[in-house]
């Protein structure tokens, strides 16, 4: 058995958002929102959805009014500005890997949000949390080529480092891209969305998260919501092409080719089922005596 | 709109150039498994006709009208939107 895998490097992270800032600000919604949005009724536009989003992780993981909140893979803050902006949260801090996200937050955030360019492992805060919200990390948490008890033990250290920073109580509100109908014995032919967005990474797959959160956290709450995904990559996907100009004025032709392509059959993938959009309540269960 | 004739080339001429045959051998009732086509190389098939017909389609579609025959009837239809 090698070492357990800790993650994705911060090279292999910047790899993929250090691309500018600029070129995600023509496609994305404006909180800066890239992950899977939460739609509702025929009228809803992106914005809408991906706060719509925001209040979910918040209501999930019971964040409103607290004290402090982490956000694992905070992006570019739109989760943590909504836990101080709207939800009255008193401090909350977010982990991220990318230096242009982390400076585009410094410039846009309050003083009580805490940005800090790290990973998850070895982080230690100075006092525990009360709520936890990670979405569209988790991704990163297992490595290409790992073996299924591997990954499993990856995903574990997380989830036990996540216990350890929590109240006692406490919840995470997780939201994670998943295999789905995919053959666990038939590797992916065509690797190309999982390379592209996941460099050096493999997705998890609902049982091994189920598995890895044993004796740490307790599942209280799991939505499927790949219907979600496929509109958000087909919203993310229109934009693009309607600003494509100013997309390759701000990066490359070959850049915004591989978005576009990677966008569509990523949408493709959500809608066929090979891939879905997990969100999963968790809590730190604690019997006071417990013996 | 484009039409059925146009469809079929377009779509024989993808099979020929994944599977490395000429448009003449693209048997256009045979299904897309069969000549050769995978599931990856289906949902690159619908991305490249989604540019082609100019409007979004559902990745179903290469299952649901399996042969190049049944999906360019259906796109040019207008019966697979």
Same mark, same amino acid.
């Given at each position: ?23 995600? #600000? ?5 909180? *800066? ?16 959805? #991906? /706060?719509?989003?925001?209040?979910? &992780?918040?209501? #999930?993981? /019971?964040? @409103? ?35 242009? #996200? ?6 846009? @955030? ?20 009360d709520a936890i919200i990670s979405v569209g990390a988790f991704e990163h948490f297992a490595r290409y080529g790992l ?48 390379? &592209? ?65 990677y966008l569509r059959m990523f949408a493709y993938s959500m809608e066929l089922g090979a891939f879905t959009l997990l ?13 | *709109? ?7 080339? *377009? ?5 020929? &150039? ?11 009732? /045979? /299904?897309?498994?069969? !000549?050769? !086509? ?22 179903? !579609? ?20």
């Open positions: 058995m090698t070492e357990t895998y800790l993650g994705a490097s911060p090279a292999a992270i910047r790899h993929h958002y250090d691309v500018g800032n600029e070129f995600w #600000q023509i496609w994305l919604d404006p909180t *800066m929102s890239y992950s899977c949005a939460m739609w509702e009724g025929p009228d809803d536009d992106l914005e809408r959805a #991906q /706060r719509r989003k925001l209040d979910y &992780h918040v209501e #999930q993981a /019971r964040a @409103a009014g607290a004290k402090r909140v982490l956000d694992i893979g905070c992006g570019w803050g739109a989760q943590l500005l909504h836990l101080v902006g709207a939800h009255g949260v008193q401090h909350a801090v977010g982990l991220t890997l990318s230096d242009a #996200q982390a400076q585009y937050l410094r410039a846009i @955030a309050p003083g009580n949000v805490e940005v800090c360019v790290r990973g998850w492992n070895g982080y230690q805060p100075t006092e525990p949390f073996s299924p008890e591997e990954h499993i033990e990856a995903y574990r250290r997380f989830f036990s480092a996540c216990r350890s920073w929590l109240k006692p109580g406490g919840r995470l509100s997780l939201q994670t891209i998943a295999y789905g109908d995919i053959p666990r014995d038939r590797p992916l032919r065509d690797r190309f969305i999982v390379d &592209h967005v996941f460099p050096e990474s493999e997705l998890p797959r609902l049982a091994d998260i189920a598995r890895a959160t044993e004796m740490e956290l307790e599942i209280e709450k799991v939505r499927n919501d790949r219907g979600d995904y496929v509109k958000t990559l087909r919203a993310w996907f229109d934009r693009l092409r309607a600003r494509r100009a100013d997309a390759v004025a701000v990066s490359s032709e070959e850049l915004v080719e591989r978005y576009e392509r969100r999963l309540t968790m809590r730190r269960i604690d019997l006071p005596g417990r013996w | *709109m484009k039409s059925y004739s146009e469809i079929e080339a *377009m779509l024989a001429e993808q099979v020929a &150039h994944w599977t490395g045959k000429s448009v003449d051998e693209i048997d256009r009732t /045979r /299904r897309f498994d069969h !000549l050769g !086509l995978d599931s990856a190389d289906a949902v690159r098939l619908i991305g490249e006709l989604e540019d082609f017909v100019g409007r979004p389609l559902s990745a179903s !579609l290469p299952y649901t009208f399996p042969t190049i025959e049944q999906l360019a009837r259906s796109l040019a239809n207008g019966d697979a939107d």
